[in-house]
């Protein structure tokens, strides 16, 4: 069965400080990668995904993610981070179960926590 | 542009009382999802449905059923409720099941805040 691994559950960033966040997958075939985001008290949002072609995904509000094949990574960075980037991330591998039907899975999130 | 509706947003119930949660997926989405989120919880998949049949099921309680209408709209029904039922509920909507890209993003509702008294 798949997995999702996201390594930092809490990270707190002052203002224009560079971001990543690891995000790691367990799944032999094809996936296709997301990350989501979930501001304070509010439902989730896509932020970025990857289906296929170039590795490196551009998203809203400046973030990134880059899909490294070889070491089951999908890692969501943004070179300067403000403060209404604080909320919590959630990395998400979207596969197919046994009857061909599309299935996402998520990982356990990261909250991010953006000091002025 | 339309979003994923969710009704109720709040509800507080007792213990082993019912509760329905309903879901409206974004028009001409055929393909409705549920997560269940507890406090400080990642969301958990619970139960999708492609053209009101079931397509795949998690981690769904027995007490939970749920079902998609011939308008693709989705009824989460929880019966016996728990403490530990208490939870937001989000449900989510795509376009279809077998696409060429291989994948179809989710689009979520704002979900629906279970309390457990």
């Known amino acids: 069965a798949q997995s999702v691994s996201q390594h930092n559950h809490h990270v707190i960033l002052s203002e224009a400080a560079s971001l990543e966040l690891g995000c790691n997958y367990s799944y032999g075939g094809t996936v296709n990668l997301f990350w989501y985001v979930q501001y304070p008290g509010q439902h989730l949002q896509l932020l970025l995904k990857?289906?296929?072609?170039?590795?490196l995904v551009k998203g809203i509000k400046g973030f990134e993610a880059e899909f490294i094949k070889s070491k089951f990574s999908f890692n969501l960075r943004k070179p300067s981070v403000q403060w209404s980037d604080t909320a919590e991330y959630f990395c998400a591998v979207n596969t197919r179960n046994s009857g061909g039907y599309q299935k996402v899975t998520f990982g356990t999130g990261t909250k991010l926590q953006v000091i002025p | 542009a339309a979003g994923v509706i969710q009704s109720p947003r709040h509800l507080i119930k007792e213990k082993r009382e019912t509760a329905t949660l309903k879901c409206y997926p974004i028009p001409r989405h055929d393909t409705v999802y549920w997560y269940q989120q507890g406090p400080g919880q990642d969301p958990q998949f619970l139960i999708s449905f492609y053209e009101k049949m079931q397509s795949d099921k998690g981690s769904i309680p027995d007490r939970f059923s749920a079902q998609q209408f011939s308008d693709y709209h989705s009824e989460l029904n929880m019966s016996s409720l728990e403490l530990g039922d208490s939870a937001l509920y989000f449900c989510?909507?795509?376009?279809?099941?077998?696409?060429?890209?291989?994948?179809?993003?989710?689009?979520f509702g704002a979900g629906s805040r279970l309390t457990v008294l």
């Open positions: 990857y289906f296929s072609g170039d590795p």
């Open positions: 989510a909507s795509s376009p279809g099941q077998v696409e060429v890209s291989g994948a179809n993003v989710l689009t």
